[in-house]
């Protein structure tokens, strides 16, 4: 028998993968699915569709995951809050920094298990870089580059690519560096005629001076996900769609051969791609977040981490406006 009830609301693109990591975790039955627009996946099933989140609570769940637009995730939060059940809210928290503390208040006053879906901590490469950037293999960190590109997405609507996806690298460079941003630089552009940026480039440096660079936009026509991490001893480089690490090392040897050195570079040395197991991201997601409501010791994206990240969201879009640096309050 399940020991845990849950419920789903939101039945978009990712609502249905939800449902179908839900649908196979031990100790957890899921009891009913809620969207005010319908299933236009056929997520439901058998199990109640309902309209609303009061539906939902209705039905008696232990936790609910939120997969709205942004724009409803406070609403809804604050109403699980109210009644008692846990949740996770996908990325980003909230559409701004005070909904998102109102949020991370309201679960923490109630004594309830919020985390939000930042699903590339579960990455596979990105925990075993941030597992080997804690042990020391690459010495003094230099620098982290990511690199989030791709086709324009029709499902998003109410944010742009500052909170959409720039928040997967504002949060994945914070965990696996296990810093937090002290500044930020940005520009953004508008291409696609809609109200929110498509493209930003950010510059930022870390608590630590790491400096940081990010690419994210909506414009390219291939896909790619990549994390970079520079430092004394080499690259480390992720590549989250394929959950692939490689390690660069710095040389040794010197290379005689002037026409190679030139061409590529005097200091290159082994190449590594690491063997680790790959499981899925989101299954790895749910399963610490069904522990964590169990009482067990386990990694979630807590909503005190998804207001840090939202307010460095706010900064890049910030400096973006202004021109300008922005720096951002310590602790």
Wanted: proline share 5%; with cysteine.
């Amino acid at each position: 028998m399940a020991l845990l009830r849950a419920g789903l609301i939101g039945l978009g693109m990712m609502g249905r993968h939800h449902a179908r990591v839900l649908r196979s975790l031990s100790d957890v039955e899921l009891v009913a699915v809620a969207d005010p627009a319908g299933d236009p996946h056929g997520v439901a099933g058998a199990l109640p569709l309902l309209a609303d989140v009061d539906g939902l609570i209705a039905t008696g769940i232990d936790y609910c995951m939120v997969a709205v637009p942004t724009v409803y995730h406070e609403p809804i939060g604050l109403a699980l809050a109210a009644a008692g059940v846990h949740a996770m809210i996908e990325k980003p928290l909230a559409q701004d920094g005070a909904a998102a503390r109102r949020l991370a208040d309201a679960f923490d006053e109630a004594g309830l298990v919020g985390a939000v879906g930042h699903i590339e901590r579960y990455n596979p490469a990105l925990q075993q870089l941030r597992s080997r950037l804690e042990h020391g293999e690459l010495g003094t960190m230099y620098q982290v580059v990511t690199r989030r590109q791709g086709p324009f997405p029709a499902r998003i609507a109410d944010v742009g690519v500052v909170k959409d996806l720039a928040t997967h690298d504002i949060d994945l460079t914070a965990w696996v560096t296990q810093q937090s941003f002290r500044s930020v630089a940005a520009r953004t552009a508008y291409k696609s005629g809609r109200a929110h940026e498509d493209l930003v480039a950010v510059v930022g440096q870390l608590t630590d001076g790491t400096v940081t660079s990010h690419l994210v936009n909506w414009l390219s026509p291939m896909k790619e996900r990549v994390t970079i991490v520079t430092g004394e001893r080499g690259s480390f480089v992720a590549d989250t769609l394929t959950a692939d690490l490689t390690f660069h090392a710095n040389g040794l040897i010197p290379t005689t051969w002037d026409e190679i050195a030139s061409f590529r570079g005097v200091s290159e040395g082994d190449m590594t791609r690491f063997a680790f197991p790959k499981p899925e991201p989101l299954r790895t997601e749910h399963e610490a977040f069904r522990d964590a409501v169990l009482g067990k010791s386990t990694d979630i994206v807590t909503m005190r981490q998804g207001l840090e990240t939202v307010a460095v969201a706010e900064a890049v879009l910030a400096s973006a406006s202004s021109g300008r640096t922005v720096d951002l309050p310590e602790g």
